[in-house]
């Protein structure tokens, strides 16, 4: 079936690294633009990054400009989030979503992986 | 920057009641980039609607969207127990902004 699955969350000191997974299947994932949403507990969704199917096109929001990068690797249908600089209002629970290409719409998601920025 | 903001913030509903959901934009919105998602508690989010009307694959008839420019809507015709969740307007491309969320809880 059609699945995202993160993975690589857990907890990290302020000023540290963690890079997050999330690979797909059941579905053809080079059809699909890929984007990280967060959501800070209890709290509403907050989009991200962005990566065009063939990883030529990157959007960031402002609040992780510099910080954050995403990539993607079509081959192993896997699409990356790599963040340096944590803060602690980086915490949150992190979505890889897909759209399918035109859609205009995230209508896959996974299940989310949580990320902790505390010391 | 388009910001989105969804009324009312919490409705409280009966079952078999109906419910309406809005979503106004700062800025006008092209309807093809207007979606609407449902986040049930402890789960993902869920594409409910996108191009503001469209329904999106398994989404029941009750739940209709609408609207144009500034100002959009979700509306559910019918409340069945499962509906009872937060929805989010969300705005593709441009800000990437989503609204802040609707609560629907059971009265």
């Known amino acids: 079936q059609v699945r995202l699955v993160e993975s690589g969350g857990g907890l990290v000191k302020p000023g540290g690294s963690l890079r997050l997974s999330c690979a797909a299947s059941?579905?053809?994932?080079?059809?699909?633009?890929m984007s990280w949403i967060r959501q800070a507990p209890g709290k509403g969704l907050e989009w991200v990054l962005y990566?065009?199917?063939?990883?030529?096109?990157?959007y960031y929001a402002d609040s992780v400009k510099g910080r954050f990068t995403i990539s993607r690797d079509n081959a192993k249908s896997s699409v990356y989030l790599q963040m340096n600089s944590l803060r602690a209002e980086d915490t949150a629970v992190y979505y890889c979503?897909?759209?399918?290409?035109?859609?205009?719409?995230?209508?896959?998601w996974g299940q989310g992986t949580m990320v902790t920025v505390s010391s | 920057e388009t910001v989105l903001t969804q009324s009312p913030g919490t409705l409280s509903l009966s079952p078999g009641e109906r419910a309406t959901l809005s979503c106004r934009a700062s800025q006008s919105v092209t309807s093809s980039n207007l979606a609407w998602y449902q986040q049930r508690r402890g789960q993902a989010p869920r594409l409910l609607i996108f191009?503001?009307?469209s329904r999106a694959s398994g989404t029941p008839d009750r739940f209709s969207g609408g609207g144009s420019g500034t100002e959009f809507t979700l509306t559910i015709s019918r409340l069945e127990p499962e509906d009872f969740a937060v929805y989010y307007c969300?705005?593709?491309?441009?800000?990437?902004?989503f609204g802040q969320g609707t609560k629907v809880e059971i009265k």
């Open positions: 990566i065009s199917s063939n990883g030529d096109t990157i």
């Open positions: 969300h705005r593709y491309g441009g800000s990437w902004a």
């Open positions: 191009g503001a009307s």
């Open positions: 979503a897909g759209e399918k290409r035109y859609l205009l719409a995230f209508d896959i």
């Open positions: 059941g579905f053809t994932f080079s059809d699909y633009y």
